[in-house]
């Protein structure tokens, strides 16, 4: 499949998940398990018949592995931010990250309140509503605004801190130099389709994402978590890579 091809399956399935949304009348907890909404499940089967017709494999948050001998890989967060949908609060997404053999290969990541697209191509940079992306080029993080996930407990020494609740957008906000980073301070919170199409965003608007422990952010384990950190900078992002080390688990 060619990468035209493959975004416009990003594409259709992504308004698949709209559409799904659009008819739902109880944004509620599912009952199914801790933190899964209604919209999830809605959202999830949406994306998941675009896929199967398209003969993509497809690792979900709400529902895990399909076809898994397939040559590329959705990884797919139908609703990144499920809490702020479920309460009002305009920054929640639909993320899709296609993986292959050398990794993350075309992204797609839109929010779902402003409507406000997010896309990149392994090679071809990364857009939003077409516009390239171009990260912060902040340096300093006590000259830095940071996006978090989680409470660290203490002040890391950043000049100010948003906590949004969404972090492909999160991502996002890194690449396109609304924020100057990301640190994820909790613990064991994040899987892959949290992050890999914000991550693969960034990375081709010039941004650096790595996990704080070393470890590689593909993975195609549903209950592998990670801890990304992101910078518009590599100095930037060795303060904050320290500065997430230097918490202490409660």
């Not at 965003?201 to 209950?223: I, K, P, Q, S, Y």
Request: aromatic content about 6%; hydrophobic content about 40%; charged content about 20%.
């Amino acid at each position: 499949m060619n990468d035209e091809t493959l975004c416009e399956v990003l594409d259709e399935a992504a308004t698949a998940i709209r559409v799904a949304l659009g008819g739902l009348d109880d944004w509620g907890l599912a009952g199914t398990r801790h933190g899964q909404y209604l919209s999830d499940l809605a959202a999830d089967a949406a994306a998941l018949d675009v896929f199967e017709r398209a003969g993509l494999g497809v690792l979900s948050e709400e529902s895990g592995r399909h076809r898994p001998g397939s040559e590329i890989t959705v990884v797919l967060d139908p609703l990144d931010g499920s809490t702020n949908a479920s309460r009002g609060i305009p920054w929640y997404a639909t993320s899709l990250c296609a993986v292959d053999a050398d990794g993350p290969r075309a992204s797609l990541v839109i929010n779902l309140a402003s409507g406000d697209r997010f896309e990149a191509v392994r090679g071809g940079g990364s857009f939003c509503n077409g516009e390239r992306l171009t990260p912060s080029g902040s340096t300093e993080l006590r000259e830095s605004l940071i996006a978090l996930s989680g409470f660290p407990g203490k002040w890391l020494g950043w000049n100010q801190f948003r906590a949004l609740g969404a972090c492909a957008l999160d991502l996002c906000a890194v690449a396109a130099g609304v924020v100057d980073g990301y640190l994820d301070c909790s613990w064991n919170a994040h899987g892959s389709w949290d992050y890999l199409g914000g991550m693969l965003v960034c990375t081709e608007a010039g941004a650096l994402v790595v996990d704080a422990e070393g470890r590689d952010l593909v993975t195609f384990e549903h209950d592998d978590r990670r801890t990304p950190v992101a910078a518009a900078t590599p100095t930037l992002l060795a303060e904050l890579v320290d500065a997430r080390l230097s918490i202490e688990r409660p």
